[in-house]
């Protein structure tokens, strides 16, 4: 089984799981948000996601698309030793700088596609989805006489 997990500082990961459940139907049931809440420490969180581990009855064959909000950051270098420890790291797509756009795509596309395509499709649609939105500015309307 292909599990979406999304890590992040604060509720960030929370927020894009809830904006994804408006998408995803039943594939919600796959995805799951971790935070580093504030003033919670990088051994307080890896507590955490130990937790989230021990609750969930993962086999060996299980893989995980993980998607974080900064790369580098505590969130993500601890979820990613977690899965080093716990021997799911070769079974595992890593990503960073997450956006809803890649979030969707990762979620619909991970059981279509071998990671090399899931890779180059998410980190496509996320770049894809950045642009400047332009609003033309309303016509001055003055009736001068």
């Known amino acids: 089984m292909k599990y979406l997990v999304l890590v992040s500082h604060g509720g960030f990961a929370d927020g894009l799981k809830t904006s ?13 948000a ?6 919670t420490s990088a051994d307080t969180f890896k507590e955490k996601v130990n937790h989230f581990f021990d609750g969930h009855d993962f086999s060996n064959d299980d893989q995980f698309v993980v998607l974080a909000d900064i790369v580098g950051g505590s969130p993500l270098t601890t979820f990613t030793s977690v ?3 716990r ?18 795509t990762a979620l619909v596309s991970m059981d279509a596609m071998d990671k090399t395509t899931l890779s180059s499709t ?4 996320a770049g894809n989805a950045l642009e400047e939105f332009k609003v033309a500015a309303p016509e001055d309307d003055d009736d001068e006489i």
């Open 122 to 125: 998410i980190l496509s649609e």
């Open 34 to 39: 971790l935070g580093l809440e504030p003033g």
């Open 20 to 32: 994804l459940a408006m998408f995803a139907g039943d594939q919600i049931n796959r995805v799951f």
């Open 87 to 104: 021997g799911f790291l070769a079974n595992s797509q890593i990503f960073g700088g997450t956006n809803l756009t890649m979030a969707l």
């Open 83 to 85: 899965l080093s420890e």
